[in-house]
């Protein structure tokens, strides 16, 4: 990152750190806090699922702080994850907060900003706290059950009989900005009313109110629009490989003109072309010059324009979406596998297993007699039979009558 794009004054610093996001809560006072200081923002993420190219999205606008000098905090929220209907152990839990602070660093390092003003908080580390309860049996008698269903609405898993620990969550998030010491919560335009809902209550409990920004959320790659980790092909691992990179993104669902819910596009215009900016590059599509030839776009605005009227095809997107996603990607799947120890103990459960012994198949002795017979037949005829293909020469050898003459003996010497 060149000096000259690192913003020094208050108008600079808040420009980037509100760039691209869909929503603002309280930007005056985010613009005062930086009159003054360098403001503290801070992003909460559960442990449970596995970081994916969407996370892009959240760790680019954390790039962007970074770049204005703000202190970020990353809170793991890994109490949060051990209640999602207590899945997995203390233990495996452990080595997801080891294994998403070591990926987010390197994502971090792949946007090339200081890591110095950030820091890594366990929700653990303080929602046990004698403190911190009070506060929740405080929040929990101003609240009512209405208004906490209706806060967490949109992030809550939904169910016919829904737990206790659902209407506390928007009491425990309010709480984590007040214990961390932040001046900004950071998160998804999904968490609106978490975040409405803790402007409003901690005022009622003493505490100040704070300051939003909310980024965009992106579509999947299949046709539901939903990127989520139990649904693999929605996105892209960053353990994927290049050619499982081209075949998720090849197969990906992308209407023709068609840029609502194109996640294709929502790629290109909230990681990628971020990326291309901070590289100085254009985005070039190398298509072949029988169909067309190269095309280059120096803009996001540009390329939408192109695919809504329909001068650029869904194909062509695509051919030029796996290159940049390919090297995207490729120096996280290299820390990955450099560092496999960590990924390994995050996810158990990922670790090839042996084939088991009843799944595998049977030799079928028609197919052993004809590779035999071909093999025979090629070494005694090489100029006759060696470019012809195996399919003919079992033909052409009549093998399959050969082979019903034979008695069943004779057969099960092939086996």
């Not at 609106?192 to 939003?212: E, H, M, S, V």
């Amino acid at each position: 990152m060149s000096s000259s794009s690192i913003p020094t004054t208050p108008q600079e610093k808040y420009a980037l750190m509100t760039k691209n996001l869909q929503e603002i809560i309280g930007g005056q006072e985010i613009e005062a806090v930086l009159k003054e200081r360098d403001a503290k923002i801070y992003w909460g993420t559960a442990t449970t699922g596995s970081p994916h190219l969407g996370y892009f999205v959240p760790i680019i606008k954390i790039a962007d702080f970074l770049l204005a000098s703000q202190h970020v905090t990353i809170l793991f929220a890994d109490i949060h994850a051990f209640l999602d209907n207590m899945k997995s152990s203390w233990e495996l839990l452990d080595h997801r907060v080891r294994y998403y602070e070591f990926i987010i660093k390197e994502m971090l390092k792949v946007m090339g900003v200081p890591l110095e003003k950030l820091r890594f908080v366990r929700g653990s580390e303080f929602q046990l706290s004698q403190e911190y309860t009070l506060d929740v049996y405080k929040m929990s008698s101003i609240v009512t059950a209405s208004t906490a269903k209706h806060a967490g609405a949109e992030v809550v898993k939904k169910s016919d009989s829904p737990v206790l620990s659902g209407l506390l969550y928007p009491l425990l998030q309010g709480l984590d900005e007040q214990y961390l010491g932040v001046d900004i919560q950071f998160g998804g335009v999904d968490q609106r009313k978490l975040f409405a809902f803790a402007r409003d209550n901690l005022p009622k409990i003493g505490y100040q109110k704070r300051a939003y920004l909310m980024n965009h959320l992106i579509p999947g790659l299949t046709q539901d629009g939903k990127m989520s980790s139990s649904i693999p092909n929605s996105k892209i691992d960053f353990t994927d490989s290049d050619k499982q990179i081209k075949k998720k993104i090849s197969a990906a669902f992308a209407a023709p003109g068609q840029v609502e819910g194109n996640g294709l596009l929502a790629i290109m215009r909230f990681i990628i072309f971020r990326k291309l900016e901070q590289e100085g590059r254009d985005f070039v599509i190398d298509r072949p010059e029988e169909f067309g030839g190269m095309i280059v776009f120096k803009t996001y605005e540009e390329l939408e324009q192109a695919y809504a009227q329909n001068t650029l095809s869904p194909q062509d997107l695509k051919l030029g979406v796996i290159p940049e996603v390919q090297n995207l990607v490729r120096p996280l799947r290299e820390a990955i596998q450099t560092n496999q120890a960590i990924f390994d103990s995050a996810y158990p459960d990922t670790k090839k297993s042996k084939p088991k012994k009843d799944k595998v198949e049977k030799a079928n002795p028609f197919v052993t007699f004809c590779n035999q017979q071909v093999k025979e037949a090629r070494e005694q005829n090489p100029d006759e039979y060696t470019d012809m293909a195996d399919k003919f020469l079992v033909r052409k050898l009549n093998l399959g009558r050969k082979f019903a003459q034979l008695s069943d003996e004779e057969k099960k010497q092939y086996l």
